[in-house]
């Protein structure tokens, strides 16, 4: 059963309801910026080019300073009025937005609208984006400098990974627990790609790359390692209440004490700091002992 974008909208805004009270802190800026991409936002602080942001979709959580700007909701379930709250003076999102009126309110409305041209789903898309950023927001040498550290992150990355002879099965779980089912990234997702960079796989078929899965299908893939990302890992409390889990319980992965937490923000997209990213996730997958 695949999880709809309404039903993970709305987890999103239950995670996420303490955002929408953050004041408007740029009401003198001449520009006010609207973006709608966690990816982007991630970016544009990157960059150090956050001066005319106003405000962002909730799923943008990276870096934690972001936090305290408004939020005009669910990048897919997105509302008129939230929007134009912030008197926008450009959107810029990376099409992956909605409800479809919402957005043809805007172009009625004739507000500016940015997608940047470079995909960023690959390293080297990753690096075309930072790098049309950075034109666009005239950060050119900052962008630079990003894609500079990334390509030395992903040389250490590379040189890493030789070292491993095993190739662990791992399971990232990115909700946690709602009634014994699972959003769990498949193998056909950007998350897949990080895995098989640190040196894994990620044993779940899948057509999207998060679908709605049973205990049961876990169970059977039978990982290695599972990683939680944090709202679910925290939500539960303890290494001993996710080890309990049915599915998670009698996985390898649960017997060796081999289930971690990760941050849901640096699994889902590419950006500069993918590297390190990457080496973080060696470091988990390829490690033996204690749950943290």
């Known amino acids: 059963m695949r999880l709809s974008n309404w039903a993970y909208g709305l987890l999103l805004l239950l995670l996420g309801c303490g955002r929408f009270s953050n004041k408007d802190q740029k009401q003198e800026n001449e520009e006010r910026i609207v973006c709608l991409s966690k990816q982007y936002n991630e970016i544009i602080y990157e960059l150090g080019a956050q001066k005319n942001l106003v405000a962002v979709d909730l799923s943008s959580t990276y870096p934690s300073e972001i936090k305290e700007l408004p939020t005009v909701g669910y990048h897919r379930a997105l509302s008129t009025e939230g929007i134009l709250s912030m008197k926008p003076t450009m959107i810029i999102h990376d099409n992956n937005v909605g409800p479809e009126h919402v957005m043809e309110q805007m172009e009625q409305l004739k507000i500016p609208m940015m997608v940047f041209n470079a995909k960023g789903d690959d390293i080297s898309g990753a690096k075309a984006l930072v790098t049309e950023m950075g034109e666009y927001f005239g950060k050119e040498k900052v962008a630079d400098s990003l894609n500079a550290k990334l390509d030395r992150d992903m ?84 290494p001993e209440e996710i080890k309990s889990l049915p599915g998670i319980a009698g996985t390898r992965a649960a017997a060796n004490n081999r289930i971690y937490r990760v941050e849901e923000h640096d699994m889902v997209y590419l950006g500069p700091r993918t590297g390190e990213v990457i080496l973080m996730l060696q470091e988990l997958i390829h490690r033996d002992g204690q749950v943290q």
């Open 155 to 238: 040389k250490k990355v590379e040189e890493e990974v030789k070292k491993y002879t095993e190739n662990p099965k791992v399971v990232v779980i990115h909700y946690g627990r709602a009634n014994n089912v699972y959003l769990t990234m498949t193998e056909n997702s950007t998350t897949a790609d990080l895995i098989r960079m640190a040196g894994g796989t990620v044993p779940i078929d899948g057509e999207r790359g998060m679908m709605q899965l049973s205990s049961e299908v876990v169970a059977k893939s039978d990982p290695d390692v599972i990683l939680l990302t944090d709202y679910g890992y925290d939500r539960l409390g303890s």
